[in-house]
């Protein structure tokens, strides 16, 4: 990101961060907000993340996970999926919705520390971690109204 008013040149920032982002970003920028609702709606819109300004003035750590939401373009066996990730620190969880049967199946996790290219993936060997990293997307999913992460993060808890 390049802004030289706000940020410093040459950092690099390893936290994560989401494409969320984007718009408070650029709102951000512009000076503006979001008060007023859109016409013919009676609640201003809700944004699912703070400004990269905000969020690159703190240290560089982790303070959350980031969520991914993907719609592929092509298929697995045969089957078109909908897809959500949450991103730690150290982890990564994978998990899909295929359109056939089963339509809920093991993900990939992955140990982003010792593992940075995911090549081995570790979802039949940590059962409790894939809750814990399922329990943090139903929080986030519940928060931003995502049905098909809710269910997949239930699946991933065992629910």
């Not at 303070?63 to 999926?81: C, M, R």
């Not at 990564?92 to 919705?97: A, G, V």
Request: glycine residues 8%; neutral net charge.
């Amino acid at each position: 990101m390049r802004y030289p008013p706000r940020l410093p040149r040459g950092r690099v920032w390893d936290a994560g961060v989401t494409l969320a982002a984007l718009a408070p970003t650029i709102l951000d920028a512009c000076g503006t907000t979001l008060t007023q609702g859109l016409p013919g709606h009676d609640q201003t819109p809700k944004l699912q993340a703070e400004s990269l300004f905000q969020t690159l003035s703190g240290t560089d750590t982790w303070k959350q996970p980031v969520v991914i939401q993907n719609i592929p373009q092509g298929s697995i066996d045969g089957s078109f999926f909908d897809e959500r990730a949450i991103r730690t620190a150290r982890h990564k969880l994978i998990l899909r919705k295929f359109d056939k049967p089963p339509a809920l199946r093991p993900g990939e996790l992955y140990d982003l520390e010792t593992d940075r290219d995911e090549r081995v993936n570790l979802y039949a060997n940590h059962p409790q971690l894939i809750a814990d990293l399922g329990k943090q997307l139903e929080d986030w999913a519940r928060r931003t109204g995502d049905s098909t992460a809710v269910e997949l993060a239930r699946f991933a808890q065992g629910q």
